[in-house]
């Protein structure tokens, strides 16, 4: 058995990357690679000693479970990241030396499983390579890593057996997760390897950083001319919301292909090497803390009174998911019903909105393009049966519903604790329209704001990266070539 982790998941081209490696092997070794349209193996190191470090037990003393909240403290490995080294998302694995036959090098096909971790190389000139930052959703990743493989069933997480602090000596209130855990490779691979692997076959050239970044430096994004989010980023600090939204009121453009965006608040601990985040998530049988105090919507004092949407433009208490007995399951295949399709982001796909009398076109029909998970915008229809964003949500008042699709039916297995079941829980007394995915941008007010798009979906960069819809691809590129550049 072997496993480790990085001690952070962002190193730069000349820097150095720190490891923490347990196994029962005698020696290890290490293989490196980076993450493209292939996966390229970049390096491999001679060997290590191995040895075998313990987890930490649960504070709770579950029985079997290791601690989510506690810095697992195996001992470092430090390592120089070479200068050749091509900026990107690399990923480190655990190779165990001993008298059995080394396996064979990664590929893209079993990109996920344990005994590996990814990091971020990003480059000493931050913008040197490319105007557009892809910024890899690490604390979501935190929030749901299990560390409990290989080996022992042990999970424990913000989800499987959390440990809720009650605050105090300088530490917030709120259940905890440390970042330094192993956990391997999972989302990444099934969210951002399709995309990654679509931008470099078309000739998108980005750069990378994590959610650490983005919450530690207030300089990072004036590098940039737009910034990415993708797949599933619903934990957000206080700093990154800050960030992000002078970003894009000087200028710069936000692409969320992403859902569930921004629906926790964290507080980092620790030396920004765990997070708090005071949620609804039970401990056993209990429920630590109702309501939870860093729901970004709710009104203070029960929340943080700072709506993801016043941002993102949608919210996931105004969308949905859908039941599955396997993860991510199966939902309906209609995609979004198209709106304004003389608006520049369809330019060149042929679709149409009805609004010649014939019946309105679908963006990415026949694909799962709606879900797993999905935010929506309040809104009202017109006449003519337009959806148009009401704001009586804290959508902008500008933001434009581009495509739409009504959830039927919303994840009814779902039972909140305070609020009762997903389908007609936490949203604000008066709104009234039905839960859809919703498809759309805006812009921050002044001479040079920057846009904001939402793809409204999870699995957006999913079904543009294994290209399941040209008019999907082709939505993206428009997205990308216009954005790409902040307004001068």
Known sequence: ????????????????????????????????????????????????????HPAPAHPDGTPGRASPCDDWDWPPLTLPVPDGWTPGIHLVEFVEC?????????????????????????????????????????????????????????????????????????????????????????????????????????????????????????????????LLSVGHDEYWSERMREHARAFVRAGGNIMFLSANTCWWRVHLTDGDTAFVSDTDHHVGEEHPHLPAA?????????????????????????????????????????????????????????LRDGSGGETPDRLGAGTPLIGYECDGAAYALDDTGIAWATGEDGTPDDFLILGIHVLEPVHEDF?????????????????????????????????????????????????CGREQDPAVVRVTRNLLDRLGRRRR
Do not use: C
């Open 415 to 463: 039972h909140h604790p305070r609020w009762g079941h997903w389908n007609t829980v936490v949203r604000e007394p008066g709104i009234t329209s039905p839960r859809a995915a919703t498809m759309g941008l805006h812009t921050a007010p002044g001479p040079v704001g920057g846009t904001v798009f939402t793809a409204g979906t999870t699995d957006w960069p999913v079904v």
């Open 294 to 350: 860093d729901q970004w919507w709710t009104p203070a004092p029960d929340g943080v009174g700072n709506p993801e949407n016043s941002l993102t433009g949608v919210s996931f208490r105004n969308g949905g998911m859908w039941a599955a007995t396997e993860w991510p399951g199966d939902r309906p295949r209609t995609g979004y019903t198209v709106q304004h399709a003389d608006h520049w982001i369809y330019e060149g796909t042929g």
């Open 1 to 52: 058995m072997i496993e480790g982790y990085a001690g952070r998941e962002s190193v730069t081209l000349g820097g150095e990357l720190t490891l923490h490696i347990s196994t029962d092997a005698p020696g290890f070794r290490l293989r490196f690679y980076r993450l493209g349209d292939t996966l390229d193996l970049v390096g491999e190191s001679g060997e290590f000693p191995g040895t075998l």
């Open 98 to 226: 001993d008298e059995n036959m080394a396996p064979p090098p990664l590929d893209l096909a079993h990109l996920e499983g344990p005994a590996r971790e990814f990091f971020v190389v990003r480059p000493r000139v931050p913008g040197s390579r490319s105007r557009v930052l892809y910024k890899k959703s690490t604390f979501t990743r935190h929030a749901y890593n299990r560390a409990d493989g290989p080996g022992p069933e042990r999970a424990a997480s913000l989800y499987d057996h959390p440990v809720h602090r009650p605050g105090g000596a300088g530490e917030p209130r709120g259940h905890k997760v440390s970042f330094h855990r192993p956990g391997g490779v999972i989302d990444l691979a099934y969210w951002d390897a399709p995309f990654i692997g679509w931008l470099e076959r078309h000739g998108y050239r980005v750069e990378y950083a994590t959610d650490l970044d983005l919450h530690e430096d207030p300089a990072l994004l004036a590098s940039y001319d737009l």
